[in-house]
């Protein structure tokens, strides 16, 4: 009798603590709307700190280090590289104001005359060809050299035969020439990249160890590195000369909030100027109209996918992989758990890029046609295939893909998920281990569909290079050969198109879905402008009215 | 500090004369530490239960058409992100919860028992090297370690308890020392020891079953602090492997639903918080009772 | 006394070569390695060579181990293998963050937990006893990843008096949220020590004769039976400090904090070895400090105890 009525009570206040909590949340979509939107009419005005936040320390920032996404994305505050891209992903100028191209593998940069590092220095083309040939310098151990190996004479200077890189010629102070060994359709494109990025050489051999250029960063980009207190904030201030003119912001600040909820819960209090709306609160700032109008939405470049280790069995058979293609509804998946911040993804090529086909289509959900692929190879429902499914643990993974294995048990796999952390999971991922299938996205480094292609399915490229699967067809190979040597733009894009065909005749992977980004920001945030390069967005059009 | 816990042991020793019986007899009139008895009855004939109890399977009967939904009459709890009903899960939940707290508890004991009695018992140079160690391991901190430990192993439901189980037993290693180290001089071992019994057999049938009151008491409290840590283990990903529901899984991925789906939380919420309070309120209620201080 | 103080003293160093020797071999087992993150993704597998031979991570276990403590032992703990910080400015910059959250969670103990293990046990087996039992083991059996977000949502976004999370400028009001949540988790064990041991005292016949003299309740209790009860209640507040000390890495995580736990998690994960083995080491030598200092509190509250 009392220990229910005991029991009756504690119900009874977790209840009330429910009802406050979605009492508040109605109470809150009430407020009027303010019917003020982002207007282009105001003039700018410049001042303000931009108040924003980071999920996780970055590594570092040193151009030539920096590889995950986050600490690109700061680099390119801090530095220049040649060329930039534009919302959509296109190249565009930067610290080279022109470029030609007289031959399939030459380009001369025309680098701008007014550009200074945040310590005075001026820029010249020698901090072109040092930064580049710093890359490559086996002393520096970038492990970027990729990006330019495709250099002229980059192969004896990594080798250690060659006091300089013969592809990278200084014709004036601000006229620039790379060579290449062959054509490399992509190169351009890639100087956007975080390792492109240019470094002033006093600031770098400053330093009796290269790695404390890290924690004092100069370039000539819009921000200057001020304070980075780990675990806590980065701090950057504008930087007034800037070659383009000066970014409107006079800094910003982020903050460490490695929690996502936390992050929300910052944003409502009012103390952040961006949210990254996490799914699961997106509806609720979509129906509520204080934040309504300030939400923004653009599709990334992440292509998530189920790779499918085709180097064993029993993905080494296409039906076993088309089988697991056909057995996964994904729309039902995406739109469930991802609502509106992803868009199923048919091939790796994204939309966006040249080559992207909105008519082309992989497998439909079909268990039927899935059922009698396993059927052919003796699998049932009653007698599954059993398959180990690896991933990086994360509450967002668990939740994409626990359907996903629910779906395939229906069709007659026995999927074991395996749920690790991310360093652990990243070894296997490399080396493979003992997993069949595994789940990643995959993100532009620069916007190519080659970006696409080339590391996910060149056999050259099996492990770490990308293709994690293992996938290897000798006419892939030869195609993108083929693809990288190709100077007609058209031509190449078709090829491109050719290869996507193969690889999703072949199911070598099931392609999952594109990620959506919604984000809100304070009404006082004016004239955002939402990247899709992950490091395209430099800060220098958002300004603050307050 | 050390040799106050020994004075009061040997206290406990000489006033007790048949202390389970006094002690159960306590318990019984204890009207809290009942209520907490009956919770914990409650959960186990759940968790043994879970599958006759649970209306839908906790894993296989989804439905993505129909996620998210609140608690309706055809799912008391509401559905998760898939369709699930979340009552079953929660059901289901209690077997994982309950084997966490219990699993790990029969590590920490296993470890924490066999050294305690080899160090109380034998004393000099084993005594030593255990003692030694169990300072290292104090000097650890616990869930820190028990996260390091979690990697190395790999994920999994029997890292958990490993993990869990392993950080505490130098505590109770130091429980178990003292206590024998108190009774290895008591007039009824000596009498043993005089009849030639082997020291195994001291330490089984005389000394362990006299020193079990404060073993049942701090294996209770930790049960549910397993239970807690799972959930701690869970937010970073290191808890039970996905599908298999677990409180600390379910109120984890609830908590982002915080405003639109309450219901994902709370009621696994509840059912942690009824457990723990459970087991305190009757782990609190074996203190009372086998205190033998306590005078009626 | 101080044969002993030294004889613990040096106790330390065996304790502290151990925690070494355990967290080394740990870290030697765990799959997964620093270069990877330092080399990211689409990195050659001579890239990741490279790395992993510059840091030495190919090396023999007793090699790596003697380098790693002939450094430390001159006080060098190394710089994190990622960002190159030194991991000693990271710790001397961290360990305030970590010592104003343990000091606010500990008043936070002493007053919650003592308060209400005074009530229950005057008032045992009374309505009032079940009633802040039971508040108080609510709040501590709801997990923190739960219960902090609540606070930070009724507190800091509704009703706006407190700020959410991370430190701001340093001020203890940044403080006051992750206090409550760590410190409500102490203040349950310590109140129930504090009635335990108050309910024993209650029971001895000094305090029965103060009620027979005819005192009043009030002074029965806080002066003969409080100061009695006082030694264990003492000693586990202080092991409560030193468990507080060594930092909370959830609560550090949910409430963005820069402390040493989230610090030391963070680097287990990354398997950043400098930034783990100078976490563990110092959290260790923290905690050893925070007993021996128990121990003399001890002595000096109660002469009786002689050491051995």
Redesign the interface.
Known sequence: M??RK??S???A???I??IF??A??SEEAVTTPPDETVGNAEASKYGGIYESYIE?????LDPA?A??ALDGFMVSLIYDALIGFDAEGKVMPALAKSWETPDEVTYIFDLVDNAKFHNGNSFTANDVKYTFERVLDPEV?S????VFDKLKGAEAFMEGNAAEVEGIEILSDYKIKLTLEDPFAPFLSMLGMPAAHIVDKNEVEKYA?Q??F??HPVGTGPYIFDVY????RLTLNVFEDYFAGRAFLDGINY????????QV??F??G?LDELLI?A??L??FRNNPTYRPYLRDMNTFWNFFIGLMADKPPFDDVRVRQAFNYGV?RE??V???RGDTAIVSHGPIPPGLDGFRPEFKSYPYDPEKSKALLAELGYSPENPLPIEFLHI???AN??L???V??ML?QVGFDVN???????????QF?EGGSHNVYYLSWGA?YPDAENYLF?LFHSSNW????NGTRYSNPEVDALLEKAHKTANYNERIKLYQDIEDIVVEEAARMWFFLSRNWRVYKPEVKDVVLYRIFNANKMLDVWLDR | MESTKEIMVEEKVKKSNNPWVIAMGRLRRDKSAMHGLYIIVFLTFIAVFASFLSPYHPINDFNLDRAFEGPSYQHWFGTDWMGRDVLSRVLYGSRISLTVGLASRLVTLSIGITLGAIAGYFRGIPDMIIMRIAEIMDAFPNFLFAIAISIAIGPGLYTVFFALGFVGWSGMCRLIRGQVLALREMEFVEAARSLGASDTRIIFKEILPNCMAPVIISTTMGISSAIMSEAALSFLGLGAQPPTPTWGSMMNFGRQYIYNAPHLVIFPGIAIALTVYGFNLFGDGLRDALDPRMKD | MLTYLTRRVLLLIPVMIGVSLITFFLLYFVPGDVATTIVGDRASDEAIEKVRAELGLDDPFHQRYISYMSNAIRGDLGKSYINHRRVADEIKRRFPVTIKLASLSFLITVVVGTTVGIISAVKQNTLLDRFVRSITLIGVSTPVIFFGLLMMYIFGVWLKILPVSGIGNGSFKYFILPSTVLGLNSAVFNARLTRSCMLEVIRQDYIRTARSKGLSERVVIYKHALRNAMIPIITNMIMTIGLLLVGSALTEIVFSLPGIGSYTMQAVFARDIPVVMGCFLFQAFIFVFANLFVDIAYAIVNPRIKFN
């Open positions: 009392y220990k005991k029991m009570l504690i119900l206040l977790l209840m603590f429910s909590i979605t508040c949340s996780a320390d970055f590594n570092t280090f590889t995950a151990a492990p970027r050299t990729w160890d790695t404390q890290a924690l207190n780990q675990g806590e903050r460490v909030i490695p929690d996502p909820s936390t819960a910052e409502e209090a103390n996490p699961a609160d509806e609720r509804d039902a998946i739109r469930a758990v643990e994360s509450t668990v939740a893909l626990e359907p294995q629910a048990n998920l395996i749920s690790m952390e991310s360093q652990a999971a990243r070894v490399r480094d590391p492990g770490g290079g990308g």
